[in-house]
């Protein structure tokens, strides 16, 4: 899906890199390759890890709050970041360790495990994109939701592609979209198209939520959290649910320590401030932003213990028991 010939070569159309592909070679992300004028996916049907998580784990804590998800993941990535914490899935992978599925078998194993949700998660969807849209399409006649957890670099057209079929996205930023820490620590050359692509998911109805990594040094800087902050406010809206997510010294990033709980509590403090509702800090249990608020009157409409979730105090409609305001949340 998502391709172009030029000559010989082949465009790939589906991630804002659109390599350049030369016969014989593979794209950046190493699992699309031009065969004979043809781009295959290796992929499709390959699966490498599979569980069942709640979906607080991905995160998302506004989608079906306290519900479970069969999450998935091929290999690869069109990212390299260096702080990866699933380098064994996106870089460092042995592609005869997936499994073979279909799409029916992985509708037919949600609904066998009476789970309402499937996550294409884990490693980057993108990169099994063709398999997570047979399967989104299929898993829609079970009504079954479909969410991605992504890096958020797909082309608009992959997005308008997808949008038909997905509930939800977690779009994962590094740094606070900071463009030197993409370049440098991600191989990534240019931050804009993410930007593009969460207003498309905004076009297409796709519910969302946003997290950012704070990694110490490198991509902890509080007016970088401000611009981020205030570009969501202006272009999307101050009810996407925020996850300031703690960095753990992982992959070639291991010389790093952990991103200080402080900064993570200032940081989410000044979010709040700044206009956005729901705001939580991730990795780090037992934190004042675990569970959710109204952002009306602040009594605890979801309580949570880390990614599980002890109440829900919401009335009808999803409206605030104490003041009636309506809270951004998805659920049956
Ligand atoms: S998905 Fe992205 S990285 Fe992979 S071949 Fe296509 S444009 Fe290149």
């Given at each position: 899906m998502l391709w172009s010939r030029h000559g010989?070569?082949?465009?790939?159309?589906?991630?804002?890199?659109?390599?350049?592909i030369e016969e014989g070679q593979s794209g950046f992300c190493k699992v699309r390759v031009n065969k004979n004028g043809t781009l295959y996916t290796k992929t499709f049907g390959k699966i490498l890890t599979m569980n069942i998580d709640p979906i607080e784990k991905k995160p998302f804590f506004h989608f079906y709050p306290g519900s479970q998800a069969l999450s998935l993941s091929s290999f690869g990535c069109n990212f390299r970041c260096q702080f990866c914490i699933n380098s064994d899935i996106s870089q460092n992978y042995k592609e005869r360790d997936a499994r073979n599925y279909t799409p029916e078998d992985i509708v037919k194993l949600a609904n066998q495990k009476k789970v309402k949700i499937?996550?294409?998660?884990?490693?980057?969807?993108?990169?099994?994109f063709e398999f997570a849209y047979k399967t989104a399409r299929i898993?829609?006649?079970?009504?079954i939701k479909n969410v991605f957890v992504t890096n958020g670099y797909l082309t608009s057209e992959a997005v308008k592609k997808i949008g038909k079929y997905l509930d939800a996205v977690t779009v994962d930023i590094k740094g606070s979209l900071n463009p030197e820490l993409y370049k440098k620590y991600c191989s990534v050359p240019d931050v804009e198209p993410i930007l593009t692509c969460l207003k498309k998911f905004n076009k297409h109805r796709v519910f969302t939520e946003i997290t950012n990594l704070i990694i110490p040094k490198i991509g902890d800087k509080e007016e970088d959290n401000r611009k981020l902050v205030e570009w969501i406010t202006n272009n999307l809206s101050s009810s996407v649910p925020y996850h300031l997510l703690q960095f753990t010294p992982s992959y070639?990033?291991?010389?790093?320590?952990?991103?200080?709980?402080?900064?993570?509590?200032?940081?989410?403090?000044?979010?709040?401030?700044?206009?956005?509702?729901y705001v939580y800090i991730g990795n780090i249990w037992g934190t004042d932003y675990?569970?959710?608020?109204?952002?009306?009157?602040?009594?605890?409409v979801i309580e949570r213990t880390g990614m599980f979730v002890n109440n829900i105090n919401l009335g009808p409609s999803n409206r605030c028991p104490n003041c009636g305001a309506k809270i951004n949340i998805k659920r049956e």
């Open positions: 010989k070569k082949i465009k790939c159309e589906l991630c804002a890199r659109e390599c350049l499937i996550a294409y998660t884990y490693g980057e969807p993108t990169v099994f898993a829609r006649r079970y009504n070639k990033l291991t010389d790093l320590p952990p991103t200080d709980p402080e900064l993570l509590e200032k940081m989410a403090f000044r979010s709040k401030q700044l206009g956005m509702r675990e569970n959710t608020y109204c952002y009306n009157c602040g009594y605890p």
